[in-house]
T-cell receptor, first 114, second 114 residues
Framework: KNQVEQSPQSLIILEGKNCTLQ??????????LRWYKQDTGRGPVSLTI?????NTKSNGRYTATLDADTKQSSLHITASQLSDSASYIC?????????????FGTGTQLKVEL | NAGVTQTPKFQVLKTGQSMTLQCAQD?????MYWYRQDPGMGLRLIYY???????DKGEVPNGYNVSRLNKREFSLRLESAAPSQTSVYFC?????????????FGQGTRLTVV
């Protein structure tokens, strides 16, 4: 069964500190992996996409990594800000005979405090 | 540019009542989706429309119907609401008729069935 597991479930850090969120998946065959940011009361917004051949991709203070061999991805947030408080969702696209299929993780709830 | 707009934002229904959730996108996207988000679970696909004129079941379609009214609008109908349908519902759209391309989400509809 295709699964996406994220850790930790929740995290509290001080403003200005760095943090790393983890995503492990069993989806196969693999097409791509996205990280979404979901603010409270809002819909998810895409931060970055990783394809099979990509190891690292940055979007401002967000850096995503992918190890397709171990089926792991991480999202590193540098110099956190209060506005980074949100749920971060890992979404893996798998290839099926009938087309692509998304499997969503349950998210990591990040809170950045003063 | 409004993106994906959902109405209503909040709704309380009694068991057995019916209602329609509305969704419209102004990005000229081909594909539209309805997801539900429950605590401790990843987003789950209810129905999707790969292109105007087509609709298909997702992972959890029971108790729901959809209509792709035109390229812009995709509605979700609950014919006889049940407490198990208490959830946050998200509509999304994407440019191409393939899951895995970037999805743009609406702000969600929080539905409570009592």
């Amino acid at each position: 069964k295709n699964q996406v597991e994220q850790s930790p479930q929740s995290l509290i850090i001080l403003e200005g500190k760095n943090c790393t969120l983890q995503c492990n998946y069993t989806v196969s065959p693999f097409s791509n992996l996205r990280w979404y940011k979901q603010d409270t009361g809002r819909g998810p917004v895409s931060l970055t996409i990783m394809t099979f051949s990509e190891n690292t991709k940055s979007n401002g203070r967000y850096t995503a990594t992918l190890d397709a061999d171990t089926k792991q991805s991480s999202l590193h947030i540098t110099a956190s800000q209060l506005s980074d408080s949100a749920s971060y969702i890992c979404v893996v696209t798998g290839l099926t005979g009938g087309g692509n299929k998304l499997t969503f993780g349950t998210g990591t709830q990040l809170k950045v405090e003063l | 540019n409004a993106g994906v707009t959902q109405t209503p934002k909040f709704q309380v229904l009694k068991t057995g009542q019916s209602m329609t959730l509305q969704c419209a996108q102004d990005m000229n996207h081909n594909s539209m989706y309805w997801y539900r988000q429950d605590p401790g679970m990843g987003l789950r696909l209810i129905y999707y429309s790969a292109s105007e004129g087509t609709t298909d079941k997702g992972e959890v379609p029971n108790g729901y119907n959809v209509s792709r009214l035109n390229k812009r609008e995709f509605s979700l109908r609950l014919e006889s609401a049940a407490p198990s349908q208490t959830s946050v519902y998200f509509c999304a759209s994407s440019p191409f008729a393939s899951e895995g391309t970037e999805a743009f989400f609406g702000q969600g509809t929080r539905l409570t069935v009592v």
